[in-house]
């Protein structure tokens, strides 16, 4: 069972492109988190989505950033017209199922190493 | 609005010495808390967990963890560091989505 994915591993865009990262969550997952991780500091939560819905998006960025989870395919995260300050590491996460419990765990990828230039 | 506090920064350790990485939070209820390793350009791995029950928890590679809920605390500890624990440890606290403290780099010197 391959854990969750998330491609690629390391981007590189210009002030002004767009960036586009997937995430495809482990076999099994239906819920997918987003977050950000700036120099130096924990992660930031950004959205949260279930298949074809978008469940928490508070943490997102109100312009430039959005995410989907269509009901075939990956998650993608969509950075739009990318600036400095959007250079981070992104990850994602899975879970069975939307609330913690005993038995459940979001599991990580390796994350989405962002820059900017 | 729920809160992490991993107070130190950076963390040095002998190998063989033990080690504590304290975690303070803020939360309305009875929070879930998590502790998470990172290591260098890697993702993060679950250390242990807490949901209610017993308040010392035990995790994989030999951590354990606390809870106080009189204190706010959830500290990480091991009793004895080995060099492949040098990393990044996060606390976190959340039902679903997670806030995270800023981490702990841990350094194990020989």
């Not at chain 1, 819920?31 to 074809?52: A, D, I, N, S, T």
Request: charged share 20%; net charge positive; with cysteine.
């Amino acid at each position: 069972n391959a854990g969750v994915m998330q491609n690629p591993r390391h981007l590189v865009r210009r002030r002004g492109q767009e960036a586009r990262l997937r995430c495809s969550p482990m076999k099994g997952h239906s819920h997918v988190y987003w977050y950000r991780q700036l120099p130096e500091e924990g992660l930031k939560f950004m959205v949260y989505l279930q298949k074809e819905n978008i469940i928490d998006e508070s943490g997102m960025p109100k312009e430039r950033f959005s995410a989907e989870f269509p009901k075939e395919g990956p998650s993608i995260l969509r950075i739009q017209q990318v600036v400095r300050g959007d250079s981070a590491a992104y990850f994602c996460a899975s879970s069975s199922e939307g609330d913690r419990t005993e038995n459940t765990e979001a599991f990580f990828g390796q994350g989405t190493r962002l820059t900017v230039v | 609005a729920q809160s992490v506090t991993q107070p130190d920064i950076h963390i040095t350790v002998s190998e063989g010495a033990s080690l504590e990485l304290r975690c303070n939070y803020s939360y309305g209820a009875t929070p879930y808390l998590f502790w998470y390793v990172q290591s260098p350009g890697q993702g993060l791995q679950l250390l242990l967990k807490y949901f209610s029950g017993d308040t010392l928890v035990q995790g994989i590679k030999g951590f354990e963890a606390e809870f106080k809920r009189s204190q706010s605390s959830f500290n990480l500890r091991k009793p004895s560091v080995h060099w492949s624990d040098a990393a990044e440890y996060f606390c976190a606290v959340g039902y679903s989505t997670l806030t995270f403290g800023k981490g702990t780099m841990l350094l194990v010197s020989p």
